[in-house]
């Protein structure tokens, strides 16, 4: 597996030097989004993508009683999200290996979900955020945070496993999808787009 493949799905030793990094690149992105969820306090909460479960950790300090589920095609990821909040594994919190294609879940189980720096990797990305609805409540709420990066790179061919989206690009997915009330921030190349369940 090449350095770049790691990035979709992290794997052996260099996909666990990738987790550690990710949570360093990635903590401006979380800082910046979290003051803009309406994270609720009891319920259940997933966040699709969890990679090193820094975001679910973040998501259980700030959702009062809810459980909060981590997921990740990853095993690497699953690894190091589960040691990330063991004191929560068991109570609160749950790390599962899984794809955003086919959630553990059933129809309008969740209340929240988020995607940070994910739905780029996501092979058929119109059908994962049916998927998300499906999980959903009516009324429950789908964040996707991620970074567009430079325009001027070439992200794709740097990084083949991945498909840049824009925040509007997102909209129109999730509006396709059958979200409403659809929301888009953005910072610089930052972006968070919010959408509800109907």
């Known amino acids: ?24 690149e990635h903590l401006p992105m979380a800082k910046w989004a979290f003051p803009q969820l309406e994270i609720p306090q009891s319920g259940k909460i997933c966040d699709i993508g969890c990679g090193g ?18 997921i990740d095609i ?3 990821s699953v690894k190091k999200a589960k040691k990330i909040n063991r004191t929560e594994i068991g109570n609160r919190c749950e790390i599962l ?10 129809d309008g189980e969740l209340d929240f979900v988020t ?5 780029f990797f996501w092979k058929n990305i119109g059908k994962c955020f049916i998927e998300v609805r499906r999980v959903l409540k009516s009324g429950g709420t789908f964040a996707v945070i991620n970074n567009y990066g430079d325009p001027k790179i070439d992200w794709e ?5 991945m498909t840049r989206y824009t925040a509007s690009q997102i909209k129109t997915l999730m509006e396709n999808a059958g979200f409403g009330e659809i929301s888009v921030s953005e910072k610089g190349t930052l972006f968070c787009v919010k959408g509800c369940a109907k």
């Open 1 to 24: 597996m090449s350095f770049t493949d790691n990035f979709g799905n992290p794997k052996g030793l260099l996909g666990r030097l990738m987790l550690v990094t990710m949570e360093r």
């Open 53 to 70: 479960g820094y975001n679910v950790r973040r998501l259980l300090e700030k959702s009062g009683v809810a459980k909060v589920y981590g």
């Open 74 to 76: 990853s095993e690497e």
């Open 97 to 106: 290996q899984g794809s955003a294609e086919s959630l553990p879940f059933s």
């Open 115 to 119: 995607a940070f720096e994910t739905v």
């Open 157 to 161: 061919k740097k990084v083949p496993c």
